[in-house]
Nanobody, 124 residues
Framework: QVQLVESGGGLVQTGGSLRLSCATS????????MGWFRQAPGKEREFVAA???????TLANSVMGRFTISRDAAKNTVFLEMNSLKPEDTAVYYC??????????????????WGRGTQVTVSS
């Protein structure tokens, strides 16, 4: 069993930065793929970024050049560094994990474990 707890969300002005953290427990985080997804009101949950167990990162086009995903294996924590934030980045951000699954990391339905989410609000 894997438990995920997100933190670091908050209110920020346009152009500002936030760093989200996802603390994992139950297994060593480096053995599975980790993803960040977000869901804005009235919209479907969408892929933001992922880092696989080999350390390869993938970013959604909408955040490329602004967001960075990384992991600290020693602390079993995954980070999402968000810069140049825009109002359209406002959403609840969820951390997710999958184990022993291959295929596109963007696929939401391949992740078995989810955190409860952290709210990010970007004011204009």
């Amino acid at each position: 069993q894997v438990q995920l707890v997100e933190s670091g969300g908050g209110l920020v002005q346009t152009g500002g930065s936030l760093r989200l953290s996802c603390a994992t427990s139950g297994r060593t985080s480096s053995t599975y793929d980790m993803g960040w997804f977000r869901q804005a009101p009235g919209k479907e949950r969408e892929f933001v970024a992922a880092i696989n167990r080999s350390g390869v990162t993938t970013l959604a086009n909408s955040v490329m050049g602004r967001f960075t995903i990384s992991r600290d294996a020693a602390k079993n924590t995954v980070f999402l560094e968000m810069n140049s934030l825009k109002p359209e980045d406002t959403a609840v951000y969820y951390c997710a994990a999958r184990v022993g699954i291959s295929g596109a990391v963007e696929r939401r339905d391949t992740y078995s474990y989810w955190g409860r989410g952290t709210q990010v609000t970007v004011s204009s």
